[in-house]
């Protein structure tokens, strides 16, 4: 006799349909979560690429109005956009956020937010640094033929409208206005833009002949061991003569709204920059005269020691709120500054070939703060001079100019004094741009023994106030996502 067990199949169907559904639902479960974080992925994305629209958009909004830092609104933001689709359809939207640069700065801080219409909290934030490049980008620019000798070494870029020997070591791309050039210090015919005259590895030491595998028709040769980042040319030349504007406008904000003196009655300025926020005005009497047997023997325009003999002080005054100081004489300058920025000029418009104005250093020109805080600016209307009576151990920190001259020590031989012919150590923490060929020693070892040049790289980001630009477009400094 077969017993029957009444409901054991029932039970195994409910248990085994629990089973089922359990993991069924598991995997709707599973489905809906994976579903939804792809949505989540896409959205995501989506949310970065409606930032980048943004960062797109204030861009073109620059180049139409490239001093509206308020997106044509006339207010403080954040702006909102819509962002619409091919389809002319709203998808989402992007919040900006503008800083407008710092005073005598361009650059402008662009932050972007973006978000979908179907997740709204999830967003992206890209921030981007854009300005117009300054000539201050240049560790050293020019309009003549340069020349650097063994032992420099340059970490900035290297510009010249004309040729460049380099014989150094640069860190970053040296460029050049022209694809040859005739080289001013050696026989022979044209060599590139850039080139060297030191021996190719594994040799040493320099060759101050002509070189052949330096000059057309040769291919020009990977020198990694002279040029780190390599050399460029010809390439679009530094606008020196425009600079004539860009004096005129810094002359009517120094009227305005900066610090603003004509000629001085005498034989020039001299400021003394101090830490407090303030410089010490003096007009110059009297130079130092050249010793007994000290003469322009190289007949240099311009020749003299360039050293203040006397002086009275016509007063104390306060940096001026735009960070500008426009004489119209020559100036010496020297001091110390903390957390200032400045610009100081020396010029005489119209512009005269005769009466341009020269700008002198002998003593220490110093920062307190070496992250941009403190920035200073000389533009000289002729030369940037070291005079004779110069520090044995002298320090610029400081953007140098010489619109139409050279920056640079005139030719004091040894008949001009067993002190201060010979120097010993100069080291410039900034930029210099020289018209014509710059130098402040000779072949025959007078001038400063040891030459530092040390480009100061964040004058890239912030130049000194109003200093001259080389380009009216924004370029982009930085790009990083902040969300």
């Given at each position: 006799?077969?017993?029957?067990?009444?409901?054991?199949?029932?039970?195994?169907?409910?248990?085994?349909?629990?089973?089922?559904?359990?993991?069924?639902?598991?995997?709707?479960?599973?489905?809906?979560?994976?579903?939804?974080?792809?949505?989540?992925?896409?959205?995501?994305e989506s949310a970065i690429q409606i930032a980048e629209a943004g960062i797109d958009y204030y861009r073109w909004h620059l180049a139409h109005a490239p001093t509206d830092y308020q997106d044509g609104t006339g207010h403080n933001g954040p702006y909102t956009h819509d962002f619409y689709d091919k389809d002319d359809n709203v998808t989402g939207q992007f919040i900006l956020n503008i800083?407008?640069?710092?005073?005598?700065?361009?650059?402008?801080?662009?932050?972007?937010?973006?978000?979908?219409?179907?997740?709204?909290?999830?967003?992206?934030?890209?921030?981007?640094?854009?300005?117009?490049?300054?000539?201050?980008?240049?560790?050293?620019?020019?309009?003549?033929?340069?020349?650097?000798?063994?032992?420099?070494?340059?970490?900035?870029?290297?510009?010249?409208?004309?040729?460049?020997?380099?014989?150094?070591?640069?860190?970053?791309?040296?460029?050049?206005?022209?694809?040859?050039?005739?080289?001013?210090?050696?026989?022979?015919?044209?060599?590139?833009?850039?080139?060297?005259?030191?021996?190719?590895?594994?040799?040493?030491?320099?060759?101050?002949?002509?070189?052949?595998?330096?000059?057309?028709?040769?291919t020009v040769p990977s020198r990694t061991d002279v040029f780190l980042a390599g050399r460029q040319f010809p390439v679009p030349n530094i606008d020196f003569t425009g600079m004539t504007a860009d004096l005129a406008l810094m002359k009517t904000s120094a009227q305005t709204s900066g610090f603003y003196r004509s000629a001085s009655g005498g034989l020039g300025y001299h400021l003394i920059?101090?830490?407090?926020?303030?410089?010490?005005?003096?007009?110059?009497?009297?130079?130092?005269?050249?010793?007994?047997?000290?003469?322009?023997?190289?007949?240099?325009?311009?020749?003299?020691?360039?050293?203040?003999?006397?002086?009275?002080?016509?007063?104390?005054?306060?940096?001026?709120?735009?960070?500008?100081?426009?004489?119209?004489?020559?100036?010496?300058?020297?001091?110390?500054?903390?957390?200032?920025?400045?610009?100081?000029?020396?010029?005489?418009?119209?512009?005269?070939?005769?009466?341009?104005?020269?700008?002198?250093?002998?003593?220490?020109?110093?920062?307190?703060?070496?992250?941009?805080?403190?920035?200073?600016?000389?533009?000289?209307?002729?030369?940037?001079?070291?005079?004779?009576?110069?520090?044995?151990?002298?320090?610029?920190?400081?953007?140098?100019?010489?619109?139409?001259?050279?920056?640079?020590?005139?030719?004091?031989?040894?008949?001009?004094?067993?002190?201060?012919?010979?120097?010993?150590?100069?080291?410039?923490?900034?930029?210099?741009?020289?018209?014509?060929?710059?130098?402040?020693?000779?072949?025959?070892?007078?001038?400063?023994?040891?030459?530092?040049?040390?480009?100061?790289?964040?004058?890239?980001?912030?130049?000194?106030?109003?200093?001259?630009?080389?380009?009216?477009?924004?370029?982009?400094?930085?790009?990083?996502?902040?969300?």
């Amino acid at each position: 006799m077969i017993k029957k067990n009444k409901g054991y199949i029932l039970i195994q169907v409910i248990v085994f349909s629990a089973i089922a559904a359990y993991l069924l639902g598991a995997l709707i479960s599973w489905a809906v979560i994976d579903i939804k974080s792809s949505k989540q992925a896409g959205d995501k994305e989506s949310a970065i690429q409606i930032a980048e629209a943004g960062i797109d958009y204030y861009r073109w909004h620059l180049a139409h109005a490239p001093t509206d830092y308020q997106d044509g609104t006339g207010h403080n933001g954040p702006y909102t956009h819509d962002f619409y689709d091919k389809d002319d359809n709203v998808t989402g939207q992007f919040i900006l956020n503008i800083t407008a640069p710092p005073l005598g700065s361009s650059l402008v801080i662009i932050k972007s937010t973006g978000r979908t219409n179907d997740l709204p909290n999830l967003t992206r934030t890209i921030q981007v640094k854009v300005a117009k490049p300054s000539i201050a980008k240049y560790a050293v620019a020019g309009n003549d033929v340069m020349r650097f000798g063994a032992g420099t070494e340059i970490f900035g870029p290297i510009h010249s409208n004309a040729g460049i020997r380099f014989d150094g070591l640069a860190h970053n791309i040296v460029s050049s206005g022209v694809a040859a050039y005739d080289d001013p210090d050696h026989s022979g015919t044209n060599e590139f833009g850039v080139h060297t005259h030191v021996n190719a590895p594994p040799g040493s030491g320099t060759d101050d002949t002509f070189r052949a595998a330096e000059a057309p028709p040769s291919t020009v040769p990977s020198r990694t061991d002279v040029f780190l980042a390599g050399r460029q040319f010809p390439v679009p030349n530094i606008d020196f003569t425009g600079m004539t504007a860009d004096l005129a406008l810094m002359k009517t904000s120094a009227q305005t709204s900066g610090f603003y003196r004509s000629a001085s009655g005498g034989l020039g300025y001299h400021l003394i920059l101090k830490t407090n926020d303030t410089f010490d005005l003096y007009k110059v009497t009297s130079l130092v005269n050249p010793p007994s047997n000290c003469t322009n023997s190289s007949s240099q325009d311009g020749w003299g020691t360039w050293s203040i003999n006397n002086q009275t002080l016509l007063g104390n005054y306060s940096f001026p709120t735009n960070g500008i100081i426009f004489l119209g004489d020559d100036i010496f300058v020297d001091g110390q500054i903390n957390t200032a920025r400045l610009t100081i000029i020396a010029a005489l418009l119209p512009d005269n070939a005769a009466t341009r104005k020269n700008i002198t250093i002998n003593n220490n020109l110093l920062y307190t703060n070496y992250d941009n805080t403190d920035i200073l600016g000389l533009i000289a209307q002729n030369n940037i001079n070291v005079g004779l009576q110069s520090a044995d151990s002298l320090r610029i920190d400081a953007a140098l100019i010489a619109q139409n001259g050279r920056v640079g020590r005139y030719y004091y031989s040894s008949s001009c004094s067993a002190t201060y012919y010979k120097r010993q150590t100069l080291t410039l923490w900034g930029m210099l741009a020289s018209n014509l060929r710059y130098g402040f020693a000779y072949t025959d070892g007078t001038g400063y023994q040891t030459r530092n040049l040390n480009y100061d790289g964040t004058l890239l980001y912030g130049p000194p106030p109003s200093f001259p630009l080389t380009s009216d477009q924004y370029i982009t400094i930085s790009w990083q996502e902040i969300k």
